[in-house]
């Protein structure tokens, strides 16, 4: 029997939280910075209550003009801060409901940008760190976040994505691309089962890269959102995969 993490961004205004929230582990909850405000947040921690979902905090460049997918330059202690305000954001949500926060995934150009930069992704972990020692920090397989996490001594959790395409160097393809995003489910679903049974995926130039996959990502956003969470959930189970939070 194998277990894997499933994790969704959400509370991000979708509309379909509550059609995905059955078929996941983790949830990973807009903060307010680049979607969603005190109101969905406490909706969605609710939702994931309900559902025994893991809630995480899921930070992110103040800007929701642009949804955090624009690529912000920031002074660290600048970075540092705003995952802090991030997290007791959420943290205080979870207290009013008597539960704990379990993980932070940073979201968007941020997430991107860390997993590339050395000590963007310091700043990250250490925020994280200073928070609560004990929380997970999510983060692309390999990537500098992982690293940053590991020297800190804090937990980490390596994701990979079921419904984006990957580059040869395991980063993922830019949204400014029109192969970024896999919309066909049976595409998806072959890369799901590649990266949990076999830890690889094919890269869109056809390499096969290696990787370590944790904790699988969907995007609460994207069009087919509830329908892959479904299918993921089933397809998993069909292979005896079964959810299972870090």
């Given at each position: 029997?194998?277990?894997?993490?499933?994790?969704?961004d959400m509370g991000e205004g979708a509309g379909n939280d509550a059609l995905i929230m059955?078929?996941?582990?983790?949830?990973n909850i807009a903060c307010g910075y680049h979607a969603g405000d005190e109101d969905t947040?406490?909706?969605?921690?609710?939702?994931?209550?309900?559902?025994?979902?893991?809630?995480?905090?899921?930070?992110?460049?103040?800007?929701?003009?642009?949804?955090?997918?624009?690529?912000?330059?920031?002074?660290?202690?600048?970075?540092?801060?705003?995952?802090?305000?991030?997290?007791?954001?959420?943290?205080?949500?979870?207290?009013?409901?008597?539960?704990?926060?379990?993980?932070?995934?940073?979201?968007?150009?941020?997430?991107?940008?860390?997993?590339?930069?050395?000590?963007?992704?310091?700043?990250?972990?250490?925020?994280?760190?200073?928070?609560?020692?004990?929380?997970?920090?999510?983060?692309?397989?390999?990537?500098?976040?992982?690293?940053?996490?590991?020297?800190?001594?804090?937990?980490?959790?390596?994701?990979?994505?079921?419904?984006?395409?990957?580059?040869?160097?395991?980063?993922?393809?830019?949204?400014?691309?029109?192969?970024?995003?896999?919309?066909?489910?049976?595409?998806?679903?072959?890369?799901?089962?590649?990266?949990?049974?076999?830890?690889?995926?094919?890269?869109?130039?056809?390499?096969?890269?290696?990787?370590?996959?944790?904790?699988?990502?969907?995007?609460?956003?994207?069009?087919?959102?509830?329908?892959?969470?479904?299918?993921?959930?089933?397809?998993?189970?069909?292979?005896?995969?079964?959810?299972?939070?870090?």
């Open positions: 029997m194998q277990y894997i993490d499933l994790n969704c059955p078929f996941i582990s983790s949830a947040i406490k909706k969605t921690v609710e939702l994931a209550l309900k559902y025994n979902v893991a809630i995480g905090a899921h930070p992110g460049f103040e800007d929701k003009e642009n949804f955090g997918r624009l690529e912000m330059h920031l002074p660290l202690e600048e970075v540092y801060d705003i995952v802090t305000k991030q997290i007791d954001i959420i943290k205080k949500v979870c207290a009013e409901f008597n539960t704990n926060l379990h993980h932070v995934k940073p979201h968007g150009a941020l997430y991107n940008m860390a997993a590339k930069d050395e000590a963007l992704a310091a700043a990250i972990a250490k925020a994280v760190k200073d928070a609560d020692e004990n929380l997970i920090l999510y983060g692309l397989n390999n990537s500098f976040m992982i690293t940053a996490a590991k020297e800190m001594n804090l937990k980490t959790a390596n994701e990979v994505f079921a419904d984006r395409r990957y580059n040869n160097d395991g980063s993922l393809v830019s949204r400014k691309l029109p192969t970024a995003l896999i919309e066909g489910e049976e595409e998806m679903l072959q890369q799901l089962l590649q990266m949990v049974l076999h830890n690889t995926v094919a890269s869109v130039e056809g390499a096969t890269i290696s990787l370590d996959a944790q904790t699988i990502c969907i995007h609460g956003d994207g069009k087919n959102a509830a329908r892959f969470a479904k299918k993921i959930y089933e397809t998993l189970g069909d292979n005896n995969i079964f959810l299972r939070t870090i």
